[in-house]
Every structure is written in C-alpha cells, then in structure tokens.
T-cell receptor, first 116, second 111 residues
Framework: GAGVSQSPSNKVTEKGKDVELRCDPISGHTALYWYRQSLGQGLEFLIYFQGNSAPDKSGLPSDRFSAERTGGSVSTLTIQRTQQEDSAVYLC??????????????FGEGSRLTVL | KNEVEQSPQNLTAQEGEFITINCSYSVGISALHWLQQHPGGGIVSLFMLSSGKKKHGRLIATINIQEKHSSLHITASHPRDSAVYICAVSSHGGSQGNLIFGKGTKLSVKP
C-alpha cells in the first residue's frame, strides 16, 4: 500500500477482554515496529520485527502483550485480559533495512484503545 | 533524569520567526530522529541523523555527537508548522527502532 495502515482506528473494550490490533506496513519494508503513546508515559517502544522474527521484544510491558508477523508483512499486536492502564494509542511503523534510507521510519495513524 | 531531554516544552512564535528546538541525550547513540506530530495524531519522520547536519526545505537538523546534543531549526516559520516535535534516539547496542523518546516540544506559530 501507499503507507502504513492500522486497524481499527478506535477500539473501546471492557476490562478483561482480549484485543487485536493490526498493522499493514509499506510493501517491501522488512522492519516493523510497535510503539505505544499514553498520556502519562509519552511514546515508548514495544517490539521490533525483522521479517517474521522479533529480535527485540524488550518493550512489551507484560506477558499479556504479544505480537506476531506473518509473511514478512502484516503484524498483529494482541493484548490479553486488558486493563485500564492499557488505554493508549498504539502506533506501528515500518522501515527499509539496507540502502541509503535505511532506518527512516514511516508511521501509521495509530489505533486508539480505550479500556473501560 | 530522562535519557532524552527536550527544550523548551512549549514554544509560541509569530509567523516568520526563526525557531530552535533542542535535544540532549545521555546515552551513546547510533542515530537520532526528529519526528513531527500534528494535532490529529499522525507522526511524520523529519530527519534521521548520526552526524553533521541535514536540511529539508525550511527545516534544518544538526547533531553534535561529542556534546550529545541536537537541534532542530525552522526558518520562516508558518502556522502550519504548529505541531509537537519529538526527539528520539536509538542507543548503541540497541536494535534499530528501539527508540528512547523525548517528551516533545509543542510549537504554536501565530499568524
């Protein structure tokens, strides 16, 4: 696609429910990243994919959070048993690896999660 | 103390003014990013740099690795430049994209 696409753009859920957030990166971008932006914490890194593997999961805040990427393309971030503190905007970004513009980030519009 | 500090937190300018936003960091880095976030929430990458200076239109970014400091300059500012500007660094030994973010500088340019 032309840009990084995220869905849903807005999600309201009840505490304790599971949610899935989807990211479709720019075609050809092998690197994919998830970030979280919350009022109290600002922007923070969650996880990095290179292809289908995740060499850096160090930002995932708890074992309720998991992510996968298939076919070197679409990624899903899953939050199990959501808590109110999970309310935030979840941002996905992708980038090329290798070449002159390696590492330049392209962000999606984000998925706003509200846990009631 | 945060590893990435930005100043000022808030900045109001008149259209046409020259603007400088500063970023200081305390870790060794492999790259520094300047990002722009408009009120709608979308984030755009402005610059990624590891040394020297880059220019794009009215925007200029500089970095001094020895002093662990970067500046973002906007020449001939315009109301459409109003946004939050975020500095972020990827540390040595960290994976690319594992960024440490500053808290942002909110810029408002008045006509």
């Amino acid at each position: 696609g032309a840009g990084v696409s995220q869905s849903p753009s807005n999600k309201v859920t009840e505490k304790g429910k599971d949610v899935e957030l989807r990211c479709d990166p720019i075609s050809g971008h092998t690197a994919l990243y998830w970030y979280r932006q919350s009022l109290g914490q600002g922007l923070e890194f969650l996880i990095y994919f290179q292809g289908n593997s995740a060499p850096d999961k160090s930002g995932l805040p708890s074992d309720r959070f998991s992510a996968e990427r298939t076919g070197g393309s679409v990624s899903t971030l899953t939050i199990q048993r959501t808590q109110q503190e999970d309310s935030a905007v979840y941002l996905c970004a992708s980038s090329l690896v290798g070449g002159a513009n390696t590492g330049e980030l392209f962000f999606g519009e984000g998925s706003r999660l509200t846990v009631l | 103390k945060n590893e990435v500090e930005q100043s000022p937190q808030n900045l109001t300018a008149q259209e046409g003014e020259f603007i400088t936003i500063n970023c200081s960091y305390s870790v060794g880095i492999s790259a520094l990013h300047w990002l722009q976030q408009h009120p709608g929430g979308g984030i755009v990458s402005l610059f990624m740099l590891s040394s020297g200076k880059k220019k794009h239109g009215r925007l200029i970014a500089t970095i001094n690795i020895q002093e662990k400091h970067s500046s973002l300059h906007i020449t001939a500012s315009h109301p459409r430049d109003s946004a939050v500007y975020i500095c972020a660094v990827s540390s040595h030994g960290g994976s690319q994209g594992n960024l440490i973010f500053g808290k942002g500088t909110k810029l408002s340019v008045k006509p």
